[in-house]
């Protein structure tokens, strides 16, 4: 009888424990690990883009006839001032043409000359001298159409600048309007970039946009939108900025067209108040979005509705949301209303 009850003793025990452990192996099963974000206002958000410095002041410059060039002495960088020869075509046959039109005019013009004395002096008949004055006028302007089309043989700089592109080389046949060399003023610059499309909307937000060139590290220049076109052609929103930083002047001269730089674009203020969360984070049942929040008293997890916004590809929770809120950022559709986690790094 003794032994009976001893032996019944330990089975008890045994079963005891084994229900025990069982219990707490289901209740550990129970608790998922997780993993969390605290919720902070945002103040602002930056983006960076790659922009290319641009003279405000430029012109393609091209023959306004056609010809074989004869000489282009200039390369691209070179400097050049007003006036400077840049390129010259084939003369020979305008020269041969303003020299014959030079001839006509000559003899025209001794012609009507003659013909006034003549007519003075009763002559010749009136006639003779109108004709001798019409021939003299057409000559006239043949010779002046000759001398300017001579000197388009010769393209020379408008303005004081710089060679930064060059189309065409020595001995090519070119055509009128062809485009010859690219002639920038230096004096004036632009910053020229690429919006992507997924970002337009950051148009339409109050913003802050600064400029660092590769020539001037670590100096940030305050810039403004001076146009922008409202298509694309698949690569961007093409966007020209203008320096309006005063601080910008002595380091002018050290930022020639061509020069990359990248550009810093900040929305702020309409966002300070706002919470960034991550894509995972968010779960949409019926139309409406929620989030998963952790009560850290409790380890415990609860559902809560919330509003967002989306920009330049980010998620922004408008309402709803807290400072401080521990928000699970991973994982949330294997949750259940006051399910118990553990929160991992």
């Not at 707490?24 to 602002?44: M, T």
């Not at 005063?246 to 702020?268: A, D, H, L, M």
């Not at 952790?294 to 807290?322: M, N, W």
Request: proline letters at 3%.
């Amino acid at each position: 009888m003794y032994r009976f009850f001893i032996i019944s003793t330990i089975l008890f025990l045994l079963l005891f424990s084994c229900g025990e452990k069982q219990q707490k192996i289901e209740s550990n099963s129970s608790i998922r690990p997780v993993k969390i974000v605290e919720a902070e206002e945002l103040g602002s958000i930056a983006r960076q883009y790659t922009g290319v410095v641009k003279a405000t002041d430029f012109s393609v410059l091209a023959f306004k006839i056609s010809g074989t060039i004869t000489k282009m002495d200039v390369i691209v960088g070179e400097k050049i001032k007003k006036g400077q020869i840049i390129a010259q075509i084939d003369s020979k046959d305008y020269q041969l043409e303003y020299e014959t039109a030079q001839a006509n005019y000559k003899t025209s013009k001794s012609i009507y000359e003659r013909s006034k004395r003549l007519v003075a002096a009763d002559a010749v008949a009136l006639q003779n001298l109108e004709i001798a004055e019409a021939d003299y006028v057409r000559a006239t302007s043949t010779l002046s159409i000759a001398k300017r089309t001579l000197d388009y043989t010769n393209l020379s700089a408008p303005f004081s600048g710089f060679i930064e592109e060059k189309q065409v080389n020595t001995f090519e046949e070119i055509q009128a309007g062809q485009a010859i060399v690219r002639l920038v003023n230096p004096e004036d610059v632009e910053v020229h970039f690429l919006l992507p499309e997924s970002n337009i909307q950051l148009l339409d937000y109050p913003k802050e946009i600064y400029v660092e060139f590769d020539s001037q590290k670590g100096k940030l220049f305050t810039a403004d939108v001076k146009e922008y076109v409202d298509a694309s052609d698949g690569f961007g929103i093409p966007i020209t900025l203008t320096i309006t930083d005063e601080q910008f002047t002595p380091y002018r001269k050290n930022v020639y067209p061509g020069f990359s730089c990248k550009v810093i674009w900040e929305v702020v203020d309409n966002i300070t108040t706002q919470f960034m969360i991550p894509p995972s984070a968010l779960q949409i049942k019926e139309g409406k979005e929620y989030i998963w929040l952790v009560d850290p008293s409790t380890q415990k997890v609860h559902s809560h509705e919330v509003k967002t916004s989306r920009l330049a590809g980010h998620i922004f929770v408008t309402s709803g949301l807290q400072k401080q809120d521990l928000i699970i950022t991973a994982g949330i559709l294997s949750l259940s209303e006051g399910q118990k986690v553990a929160i991992t790094e």
